[in-house]
């Protein structure tokens, strides 16, 4: 292993710029080359690629976003993408990869490996932490304080004028970080793409405010009911209930990584470099607790990380 790529794809993530720094310093203190692939899978078929060294990688670890770009590459899911850009790496005498990104780069990955025989290992950086094989991913920590914080003040109005307010937050498949959040924030009601929405539990809670109905109502976007807005919409068609609502949305993604992002991303990608030397491919590298994880990139899409059961309980011990 002598030149080693690395690129980040999909949303992205607070916490990828360290795991970038952590990849380049790891493999040069190996004596491996890195290159930076810029765009994600559209820069890997138009083989964009750039040498990054101590220099290029250096006070990057706070920075929030990607400084090596990303996207969502339509044309890498056609076979011939990725024929394509599997000629660019071979030409560039690019010996390994490490994808950081979702589910949707971890099926590319699997892909690409499984047709061209080049390694490739990803790592976990969605603010979502919806991955299978590992405990927390890149940017889920950050991502749950920067709506923790926005919560905290739409609190402050909701007490202010007695008024029902609901949050939605990311978490098209998954509802961690609304349990979190919901649960940090003293929610009155959490619903989450995993269980049902249930209208008369919430019109139940709504009452025991009394007069003044202060509630808030974290919504991950993925719930079954439809999201904030549908929600907000039924409490006043049924109830006559005003409750606005305010969708945080992108807001979740930015910002300078927490240190707690900022460490496991470290942590990952010095694993990743690891992983490639050891031979390792087609795995996310992941961690379970302190310890590293491989978790085959098929398992970590099909097999459905389950939110713990010991959160929904305190959700309905706490509220």
Not at 171 to 200: K, L, Q, W
Not at 251 to 279: C, F, M, N, W, Y
Request: charged share 25%; hydrophobic share 40%; proline share 2%.
């Amino acid at each position: 292993m002598k030149k080693i790529a690395i690129f980040t794809s999909g949303g992205d993530a607070p916490g990828m710029n360290a795991h970038i720094r952590a990849v380049v310093r790891s493999a040069m203190s190996k004596g491996i080359e890195v290159v930076g692939v810029e765009g994600g899978y559209s820069g890997l078929i138009e083989g964009d690629f750039i040498k990054l060294t101590r220099r290029e990688t250096a006070n990057i670890i706070g920075r929030g976003g990607t400084i090596l770009k990303t996207s969502r590459s339509k044309e890498f899911m056609m076979a011939g993408g990725r024929a394509a850009a599997a000629e660019r790496v071979r030409e560039a005498g690019i010996d390994g990869i490490i994808a950081c990104g979702g589910d949707g780069t971890f099926r590319g990955a699997h892909a690409f490996w499984m047709e061209n025989n080049i390694p490739i290992v990803g790592t976990p950086g969605t603010i979502d932490n919806d991955l299978y094989g590992t405990n927390y991913t890149i940017g889920y920590d950050t991502a749950v304080n920067t709506a923790a914080e926005a919560i905290d003040r739409i609190r402050d109005t909701a007490d202010s004028h007695g008024r029902v307010f609901i949050v939605e937050v990311m978490g098209r498949h998954a509802g961690f970080i609304a349990m979190d959040v919901g649960i940090a924030c003293g929610a009155e009601y959490i619903a989450i793409p995993e269980s049902i929405t249930n209208m008369d539990i919430l019109y139940q809670r709504i009452l025991k405010q009394g007069r003044n109905r202060r509630t808030i109502i974290i919504v991950g976007e993925g719930d079954d009911y439809g999201g904030a807005i549908k929600i907000a919409n039924y409490l006043l068609e049924t109830y006559e209930i005003e409750a606005k609502y305010t969708i945080l949305g992108h807001i979740q993604r930015g910002g300078s990584p927490t240190v707690r992002d900022r460490v496991l991303a470290s942590h990952l990608g010095v694993a990743a470099v690891e992983a490639l030397i050891k031979g390792k491919t087609d795995v996310m590298i992941g961690r379970d607790n302190h310890s590293i994880t491989y978790t085959p990139f098929a398992e970590t899409w099909t097999r459905q990380k389950p939110i713990w059961n010991y959160l929904t309980e305190l959700a309905d011990i706490l509220i």
